[in-house]
């Protein structure tokens, strides 16, 4: 048993929930933008109101679900492009 009130742990656990959303809807907002071929890492997170390395865990969480997300140099300098887009 929990010292603390049930309105306190419901209210720790909405919390949560919401913070979960959150970085599900940023994940799904940086494919998105990669979809594009038009993003850098660091355009990401400027685009996106996150760090650097946030950014490189969400391409990496990415990549772990299945997406062949890939760095690709241009003459502008360098884009993440997913494999399937490339052409």
Do not use: C, F, N
């Amino acid at each position: 048993p929990s010292d603390r009130p049930v309105p306190a742990i419901l209210e720790t656990l909405r919390m949560r929930y919401q913070q979960a959303i959150e970085i599900h809807e940023r994940i799904e907002t940086v494919l998105h933008l990669i979809e594009t071929g038009e993003y850098s890492t660091p355009a990401l997170a400027e685009e996106v109101g996150v760090s650097i390395p946030t950014i490189s865990r969400i391409v990496a969480a990415l990549r772990e679900r299945g997406h062949d997300i890939q760095a690709e140099r241009t003459s502008k300098g360098w884009r993440y492009v997913l494999e399937e887009r490339r052409q």
